[in-house]
């Protein structure tokens, strides 16, 4: 008997006829989001369980999941959906997909830094609306990337890949990590180090969110932080809505404290709070940052990797942990 693996959403059509090829496979058809109970039975049932970010697995979903439940394979890289601890506990090997969304997510960081500081939303409301009556000298006018500060807050693969492109917009890069990089990257990057993400921000014209959401990151970008940014600085996140106050955000936004943000993720999706729909100076995305037909094919593959591997008797390359 193949082992049973439960996808919760549906996947790309190549990555599902390859993975109804190799296991027997549960699919999704409809792709609605599974409920707590839903996703309860699923992980009763399964030997391996591939859900993406949609799906909370909390501590009963895996402390009530079945004996036969031994692995997690994340569509996605983000894992602060899934409750680790348990898991670990559990001995469940949990796996995820790095590398193949980097640049993608990357694009999407570079996206709203660009329609948040040349206002294309806001031009474009204006068009659609028929409010648009022809050009002007001082229509519309937005703020230039050459010579900018921006700050990264987690300088890993994703915060590197736009240090990458901003640098070739003009743009000065900082960073603050764990750690620092490697100083030939630094050099070619001409990034600066700030052990101090206080002191960083302060200096900002832009900060960027590219942190994972862990218990050290939530709310990295805290009420006291927004309160050390220029007045004119603005704020994108591709990373995690929780790792940012949302509230003390949307506060400054709204006061005027910051001058904007450029948004792809949420502290409660898919709710998005009212308040920001009221906001001109915001520019917002639906967590779309590795939605490429080519990142959303690749994530599947390396589930697929990850799962034949693990079903073969290896240790997967994307283990999280055990
Ligand atoms: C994914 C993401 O689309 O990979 C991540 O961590 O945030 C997204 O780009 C999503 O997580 C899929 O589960």
Redesign the pocket.
Known sequence: MKPLVIVTRKLPEEVEKRMAELFNVRLNEDDHAFSHDELLAAAREADILVP??TDKINTDVIAEGGASLKMIA?????VDHIDLKTAKNRMITVTN?PGV?TDD?ADMAMTLLLSLTRRTGEGERMLRGGNWHGWAPTGIRGVRLQDKKLGIIGMGRIGQALAMRAKSFGLEIHYHNRSQIDQQLENELGATYWSSLDQMISQMDFISLNCPSTEETRPIMSGRRIKLMKKHAYIINTARGDVIDENAMLEALGAGDIAGAGLDVYENEPNVDARFMALENVVLAP?M???TIEARIAMGEKVIINVKTFIDGHSPRNRVLI
């Open positions: 993406t970010v994340n569509f996605g890289v983000g997909t969304l997510t967590h940052g590795s939605a």
